[in-house]
């Protein structure tokens, strides 16, 4: 990437408020009310804990999303390392003070909520090499020297965050990671490099693994090797986007869901659910929302002027994408089941306290990117 300079440029604010990017904005918002929604009928139509809870967080979120939209992407660019190495400590600490969940160890109390650090760093790693490779040339990306500070930024937190374990978000991370890397103009013959390596070493992988993370392998291979088991979650979510057909059951109407058929419906498996109420073309109309808001991501990126805006543009949406591939793959029975929450609609309140910031900074990159005076 070309250097880009960064300097002091003073929007008043009724200028930065008409700089915003209204559309992103009313899709990030259209999003969280569908939420509403589908966390309601997680519960049967009653306005419980899940609910209340989600609609808080989200109009919270929401409310710090407006405000970091507004700062500086200057910013983000003088703390983009201080913001990752404070996220890698939370990593850290985790390992001493965390709290132990179904097996997990991955959330420090905050005594207001409990913050899980992996889900914030999935954006301050994107941060972090975005602040990296903007200073250096496309020629260079790929040098040894150059390699060696990405390298221990990707497999520092992975390594910490698979050993809570947290195998889903962990691979999450160093996808979200390897694409800025990608974007930055890193040769492909190493990338090609890279994913023998990977290959080749995927058996020794395997082996370290949890025995439960090595049953969601089997199962995804064959389910219904323990259809009451180990397979009845992938099993019951595909019977239930099958039965949605073209138009759904109807909202509130989700007999796999209200059963009590399907489980973790309010988090992972949400598009189940959504898939089942309101059938393929309901799903499709979210897959397009989606996909507005990752082309809205990447026409920012293409507006901004500066290199650190326009990569981390690129990279954010990139890894929006996998996030919302990912999710989906998994409830359809594409991927095993590894824990991937779906942006804004799954209940989770790291996962959508980072979302916000990354939707945060993009607004930034909006607002302050788009002058040629940066």
Known sequence: MQTTNFRNYNLSFKE??????????????????????AMYSTERGNFEYYTQSHIYRFFIFFLIFIILSFLNINFWLKFAYVLYFIILLLLVGVDFFGITASGSKRWISLFVFNLQPSELMKISLIIFLARYYYKITTDDVSKIKHT??????????????????????????????????????FKIKYFMFFFAT????????????????????????????????????????????????????????????YLDYLPEKHTDFIFTLFSEEFGFLGSTLLLIIYALI????????????????????????????????????????????VGAPLPIMSYGGSSMLSIMIAFSIVMSCKIHGSSRDL
């Open 198 to 257: 990977l290959m080749c070493l995927m058996p020794v992988a395997i082996s370290f693994l949890k025995p439960y993370q090595k049953l969601r392998i089997l199962t995804f291979l064959n389910p219904e090797r323990d259809p009451l088991g180990a397979g009845y979650q992938i099993i019951q979510s595909k019977i239930a986007i099958g039965s949605g057909g073209i138009t759904g059951k109807g909202y509130l109407n989700g007999s796999q869901s």
């Open 294 to 337: 990752i082309y809205r991501i990447i026409k920012i990126g293409s507006e901004c002027k500066n290199n650190f805006g326009k990569l981390y543009c690129y990279g954010f949406a990139t890894s929006f994408f996998i996030y919302v591939a990912v999710n989906m793959m998994m409830v359809l029975g594409l991927l095993p089941i």
């Open 148 to 185: 060696i500070i990405p390298l221990f930024a990707l497999f520092i937190p992975f390594a910490l965050i698979i050993t809570q374990p947290d195998l889903g978000t962990a691979v999450l991370v160093l996808a979200g990671g390897l694409a800025v890397v990608w974007l930055s103009g």
């Open 16 to 37: 930065r408020i008409l700089l915003l990017d209204f559309q992103l904005f009313f899709l990030i918002l259209l999003l969280g009310v569908i939420s509403f929604f």
